[in-house]
């Protein structure tokens, strides 16, 4: 516990000094303004840094780009690889893990230690890993790399140590799996085929064992070879030659049958009695053509061939097949079940498929109950007990990603109500027709922790749907969906014009979110310039949706010397594109000039019936000015005290009054300042020689342009200084400039052509932003329409240019959770492209000379001071913009209800104006003992209820206002400020600055929150570089600074955002949510919240198969494989073939995994020692055994001595 005391009066700090010597800005210069009398100012910080700790907690969401598929039959567990070497292991819900491979290869295939906690699996770079389950967080034992060999088939039969392991060369290796260390009994290829064969057979694609017999191996060729080795004489026992390539093999239970499927679609049975060629072969899709022949079919990729008790047909399970000239079919799953055939047809490509068995026996009959479809991007588990075949119900949140996810919000201890409120809306709406029987993937246990709280994560898609989730306890379950599209009348086909040219398939996208948790009021800015009010209400009602359209199109004029068109080269636009043609006048009649006060989209104007919800109320769209299309939205706050909606974008700022439907303010960033304009800004009239760029559609090989887009900072941007919506400006209209506004939803442009291609926004998954062949700029800059180079001249030359020392150039900005790329020429590498997005801004100081345009960055509502001689807070607007400057905006709200409804809101600027580096991001506030501040709100009430004269439905207002804890310290309160650079604190009213901490000078912060953490406050910032740190508050002390992600990308950045309770989250790829912790307790008591993936199960015993069939068709001979493949007997295996590499799932890996929980570590050492020690048990009576027998041996041939000579007669 620290105590730290400032001193109003006199205090100095280390910010620049102030450029414009405006003296509404001095405090922010670092010179505090004096107080009447000096006050001491005590606060007591608990947070220290043993308090933080970064940890991921939990990953939702669909595996990104799935590779392989595994399923335990007996623990019920299944498991799930994918490309980037990723494994997702699921049981019952809630028991959903992640792990990942250090060396980041796709998942080739893997297999389960039945009943066993353990797991292979097999990578692309060729090595075997063996993962223990047996604790909360799986942990890799031993790694065998191949160093001569690829990897391409494993097989590890049940209840065996030994894993069969084909290659490339088509070999055979045998891997002992306790120790992971290669056998000496290798089966080449030379000798698996016949020496008359003149061509090699291809890699191995199927190993198994005949279920008939142990010692019998079954390999499979990818040129159609099949050979059976019989694993005891070391030589084949058949060979079979068919002309199609192979690709998987299944038995028969009884092992006199198996079936393959080949590359021309065709299944092939065959019977071990003969081999010379296949008793059956089927073309299950292939239709007999009239000239006798079969139609062409697509390969079988894969097939399963299972029995059941019930019914003397088995089941033949497969995928492709269908025939080439169905174009445009889906991919499919096909069930042969006798004559009766279902074709399931899958919304996406199947990557691998497996059926579920009752027995993990595979001598008996098998009981095939459901089978698991894993898809491109889906999921999917059919019920094969009814003979409809439906589909189970997916408990997992395997859909996040249904829709391209745009934008994500996080909110920790809502109202407990709010999510079964939620949850009875929305089961309303659920999907109908899955099977009744409860979900077979059912393994592991879950129980929900002891400290839970309600949190709810909101993700806004590109389709313009919101979900609302509950993510209590480390869980993910839909709560509720929303569709923002329903508000809109459907574009008719060519109607949108050139309002969509970025967005033509999505003009709904959801750009961001506003909740109200309390009021349950919630708002949806869209990529189509436009803001959409909700209300909740648990009844359906017939309503009219209010639309409120505003101008917050700015004209541009350059600020150039007189001297600019003589000496100044005429740069193309600063993003990358080349000039174009001079556009035709807007007075002239294309298409684009005539759009003029028109928005984007048209609302629904006739009455609408609602369901029960999120209902729409109020609509705020921007609008096309003069054939200019609205700039993006780029920031929004909503207070439902005061009732009113705050927007921004790279324009200026509009205040609307959602109750009375009205615009209250709608200003450019200028007129905000008035008098108070801390720039000196230089004016002309518009040029008359305009130059067009086309925004997003065009790019340009221009190295002119490329060279100054190198030389900007990421976040630079055209600079345009004077904004004005003045209609006494010019007479002369200002040029139809297409805008370069970047929609904040951006997807995979890696197939960009060159100049003139049109880039759309597709509904497909292409959000992935790491493979965008160009550099990134600062989440928090949108470009804007910009002039001509420019220099400063005159006598106000130099101090126009900057505000300090270092000062960083300006640029305009978009909210943290929306980005933008810049699209240059193909020649810039991955490594730049890489570099650019932590580049350092301050390393372009000439785009400081020539760019400006002030962005109105964050908003937010709070009961504050307008003014330095204001006595009592009142309702006041916080305005950040791009220039990292902060207004203060008071304003005055009739308090009683009835003159709220009909009396104006005064809004009136007041010059009020405080200075940081970088663009600001977040507003906090916290009262004299160091507590935050939370906004007012309005107790939720439902409009649409029922009528009760008993009890009048009236607005209910919670106002935390500062004066509860002002008694101590007097009036004020302390206002936290985060840019991308610095974050400062303030004493209000006086507008001292007391703390002021830069947080990074070679990169710029993406993402800053106030948040509780451990019952007190800091700010958490997350950096371009990947870096997260947090500040103690309100002294900014560094407490925590962890180099977390160690390469950024757009997607991770949009999504990044923390909440309450150290926590936060990211969509770490465009089909998963990643939650992690910052909180060291959290860390602590992970092991607490997550699944255990093992639980102690006996293994089910073998069906007694009863004399005579064992006798004349089982197991003739039992089959020891430690005998056959052993050290002592088939020697050590070559060791430059593979290199054996020890893991960390030993018992300091688990100490590792498990965070330092010493139960857990307890527990893990304690059921290592059990199964050791019945290992050792077993060993001590397997050793008795072999003496007894001795011993029986020796009295036996003692006995045969002695009574050898003697006759029959004596005895």
């Given at each position: 516990?620290?105590?730290?005391?400032?001193?109003?009066?006199?205090?100095?700090?280390?910010?620049?000094?102030?450029?414009?010597?405006?003296?509404?800005?001095?405090?922010?210069?670092?010179?505090?303004?004096?107080?009447?009398?000096?006050?001491?100012?005590?606060?007591?910080?608990?947070?220290?840094?043993?308090?933080?700790?970064?940890?991921?907690?939990?990953?939702?969401?669909?595996?990104?780009?799935?590779?392989?598929?595994?399923?335990?039959?007996?623990?019920?567990?299944?498991?799930?690889?994918?490309?980037?070497?990723?494994?997702?292991?699921?049981?019952?819900?809630?028991?959903?893990?992640?792990?990942?491979?250090?060396?980041?290869?796709?998942?080739?295939?893997?297999?389960?230690?039945?009943?066993?906690?353990?797991?292979?699996?097999?990578?692309?770079?060729?090595?075997?890993?063996?993962?223990?389950?047996?604790?909360?967080?799986?942990?890799?034992?031993?790694?065998?790399?191949?160093?001569?060999?690829?990897?391409?088939?494993?097989?590890?039969?049940?209840?065996?140590?030994?894993?069969?392991?084909?290659?490339?060369?088509?070999?055979?290796?045998?891997?002992?799996?306790?120790?992971?260390?290669?056998?000496?009994?290798?089966?080449?290829?030379?000798?698996?085929?016949?020496?008359?064969?003149?061509?090699?057979?291809?890699?191995?694609?199927?190993?198994?064992?005949?279920?008939?017999?142990?010692?019998?191996?079954?390999?499979?060729?990818?040129?159609?070879?099949?050979?059976?080795?019989?694993?005891?004489?070391?030589?084949?026992?058949?060979?079979?030659?068919?002309?199609?390539?192979?690709?998987?093999?299944?038995?028969?239970?009884?092992?006199?049958?198996?079936?393959?499927?080949?590359?021309?679609?065709?299944?092939?049975?065959?019977?071990?009695?003969?081999?010379?060629?296949?008793?059956?072969?089927?073309?299950?899709?292939?239709?007999?053509?009239?000239?006798?022949?079969?139609?062409?079919?697509?390969?079988?990729?894969?097939?399963e061939y299972k029995t059941s008790r019930n019914s003397s047909e088995a089941f033949v399970i497969f995928s492709g097949g269908l025939s080439y000239d169905k174009a445009g079919r889906r991919p499919t799953l096909t069930i042969m079940h006798g004559k009766a055939i279902t074709v399931l047809e899958m919304d996406y490509p199947i990557v691998d498929f497996m059926v579920l068995c009752e027995t993990p026996y595979l001598n008996e009959v098998q009981e095939p109950y459901a089978v698991v479809v894993l898809l491109e991007k889906d999921f999917v588990v059919v019920d094969l007990t009814q003979s409809n075949f439906p589909i189970f119900e997916n408990p997992y949140p395997m859909d996040v990603h249904e829709s391209p996810v745009t934008c994500t919000a996080y909110f920790a201890d809502c109202p407990p109500d709010i999510i079964p409120v939620l949850y009875s809306i929305g089961a309303k709406h659920k999907k109908t027709g899955y099977s009744h029987k409860e979900w077979p993937v059912s393994g592991g246990t879950w129980t929900v922790g002891s400290q839970t709280y309600p949190e709810i994560i909101i993700t806004g898609h590109a389709d313009g749907s919101i979900k609302f989730w509950d993510a209590t306890a480390i869980t993910l379950q839909m709560l509720y969906k929303l569709k923002t599209s329903k508000v809109f009348e459907k574009p008719k086909t060519g109607d949108m014009g050139r309002s969509a040219d970025l967005v033509e398939e999505d003009p709904y996208a959801v750009q961001m979110i506003s909740w109200c948790p309390q009021s349950r009021i919630f708002c949806v800015v869209g990529i189509s310039a436009h803001v959409i009010l909700y209300r909740f209400s648990k009844h359906d009602a017939n309503t009219i949706i209010t639309s409120l359209e505003l101008r917050l199109q700015c004209e541009m004029e350059d600020v150039i010397s007189p001297s600019d068109t003589e000496n100044t080269p005429c740069f193309s636009d600063p993003s990358g594109h080349s000039p174009q043609p001079q556009p035709p006048s807007p007075r002239s009649n294309t298409p684009d000039s005539v759009r003029d006060s028109i928005p984007c989209l048209k609302v629904k104007d006739r009455m609408i019936r609602m369901p029960p919800g999120y209902q729409a109320e109020l609509v705020v769209q921007l609008l096309w000015v003069d054939g200019e299309p609205p700039q993006q939205i780029t920031c929004l706050d909503l207070n439902s005290a005061y009732g009113l909606l705050a927007l921004g974008n790279c324009n200026g700022l509009a205040v609307v009054d959602y109750l009375q439907k009205t615009i209250l303010l709608c200003m450019s960033t200028l007129e905000l300042y008035g008098s108070a304009d801390p720039f000196q800004r230089l004016t002309r009239s518009p040029r008359k020689n305009r130059q067009s760029t086309s925004g997003l559609t065009e790019l340009s090989d221009n190295q002119v342009s490329l060279d100054l887009e190198r030389s900007k900072s990421p976040t630079s941007a055209p600079y345009t200084p004077s904004l004005h919506n003045d209609p006494r400006g010019t007479g002369e209209p200002v040029s139809n400039l297409r805008s370069c506004h970047y929609s904040p939803v951006f997807y995979l442009l890696d197939n960009v052509k060159g100049p003139g291609r049109k880039l759309s926004l597709p509904t497909d998954l292409k959000t992935d932003l790491d493979h965008v062949n160009g550099h990134c700029t600062s989440p928090t800059s949108q470009p804007c329409p910009s002039g001509r180079a420019r220099v400063p001249g005159g006598p106000e030359g130099p101090r126009l240019a900057r505000r300090g020392p270092g000062r960083p150039p300006f640029r305009k900005a978009q909210s943290a959770a929306c980005m933008e790329v810049s699209l240059p020429v193909s020649s810039l590498t991955e490594e730049s492209r890489e570099n650019s997005f932590s580049r350092s801004r301050s390393s372009s100081v000439s785009s400081i000379d020539r760019e400006t345009k002030e962005a109105v960055t964050t908003l937010q509502f709070a009961e504050s001071y307008g003014r330095k001689s204001d006595s009592l807070p009142t309702p006041c607007l916080w305005v950040g913009t791009s220039l990292g400057l902060v207004l203060i905006i008071p304003m005055s709200i009739p308090t009683d209800e009835q003159e709220r409804q009909e009396d104006p809101v005064t809004v009136a600027p007041t010059g009020t104006v405080l200075m940081l580096k970088g663009s600001v991001l977040r507003f906090g506030f916290l009262d004299c003992g160091g507590a935050l501040i939370n906004s007012p709100y309005e107790v939720w009430r439902d409009q649409h209820a029922p009528d009760d004269p008993d009890r009048p439905r009236k607005r209910k207002l919670v106002n935390f206002s500062p004066s509860s804890s002002q008694e101590a310290c007097g009036d004020g309160h302390l206002a936290v400020v985060c840019s991308e650079r610095q974050a400062k604190v303030f004493y209000m009213p006086s507008q001292a600055c007391l703390y002021v901490h830069n947080i990074t000078e070679s990169s710029f912060v993406l993402r800053a929150d106030v948040v509780s953490v451990s019952n007190s406050v800091c700010l958490a910032c997350f950096c371009a570089n990947g870096h997260i740190m947090i500040l103690s508050l309100p002294s900014l002390r560094p407490l925590l600074d962890v180099s977390y992600l160690p390469l950024t990308d757009m997607r991770i950045a949009r999504t990044f955002c923390f909440t309450n309770g150290g926590q936060a989250l990211y969509l770490c790829s465009p089909t998963e949510i990643q939650r992690i912790t910052y909180s060291q307790e959290m860390c602590v008591n992970l092991q607490e919240t997550l699944g255990e993936l093992f639980t102690p199960i006996e293994t089910p015993e073998a069906q007694n198969r009863g004399f005579l069939k064992g006798f004349f068709g089982g197991n003739a001979q039992t089959f020891d494989r430690e005998e056959l493949f052993g050290e002592a007997s088939a020697g050590k295996a070559s060791r430059s073939l593979a290199q054996h590499i020890p893991g960390q799932g030993g018992i300091e890996g688990m100490k590792a995994a498990a965070g330092g929980v010493v139960g857990d570590l307890a527990r893990a050492r304690i059921a290592l020692d059990e199964r050791g020690q019945r290992l050792g048990e077993l060993e001590e009576r397997t050793a008795l055994m072999m003496t007894s027998a001795e011993t029986f041996s020796k009295h036996a041939h003692e006995l045969m001595l002695k009574c050898k000579d003697k006759k029959w007669y004596q005895f």
């Open positions: 516990m620290k105590k730290f005391r400032k001193v109003l009066d006199g205090l100095t700090t280390s910010s620049p000094v102030n450029p414009g010597g405006s003296p509404g800005c001095g405090s922010a210069a670092g010179t505090p303004s004096a107080a009447p009398t000096p006050r001491e100012l005590e606060i007591q910080e608990t947070l220290m840094s043993e308090h933080f700790q970064i940890c991921k907690t939990v990953r939702h969401g669909f595996p990104y780009q799935p590779t392989a598929l595994a399923f335990d039959p007996v623990q019920k567990i299944l498991a799930i690889g994918s490309r980037s070497g990723g494994i997702r292991i699921l049981g019952r819900p809630g028991v959903d893990c992640h792990s990942q491979h250090e060396s980041g290869a796709a998942v080739l295939q893997m297999q389960f230690l039945i009943n066993e906690g353990a797991l292979v699996t097999a990578c692309a770079d060729d090595t075997l890993h063996l993962w223990s389950l047996r604790q909360r967080l799986p942990a890799i034992l031993h790694s065998l790399k191949f160093n001569r060999e690829r990897i391409t088939f494993c097989h590890l039969p049940f209840q065996s140590k030994w894993l069969y392991v084909g290659t490339e060369r088509g070999n055979t290796h045998i891997v002992n799996i306790e120790s992971f260390i290669l056998s000496g009994y290798v089966i080449m290829w030379n000798k698996a085929i016949e020496l008359s064969t003149k061509t090699h057979p291809g890699p191995v694609v199927h190993l198994s064992d005949s279920p008939k017999d142990e010692g019998k191996l079954l390999i499979g060729f990818e040129s159609g070879t099949i050979v059976m080795w019989d694993l005891r004489a070391k030589r084949a026992d058949f060979r079979i030659y068919y002309d199609e390539a192979i690709h998987s093999v299944s038995w028969h239970h009884e092992g006199r049958q198996f079936m393959c499927s080949h590359s021309d679609g065709s299944l092939s049975m065959w019977n071990m009695r003969n081999t010379a060629k296949p008793f059956q072969v089927t073309f299950p899709h292939g239709k007999t053509q009239r000239d006798g022949r079969k139609e062409s079919c697509k390969p079988i990729l894969k097939v």
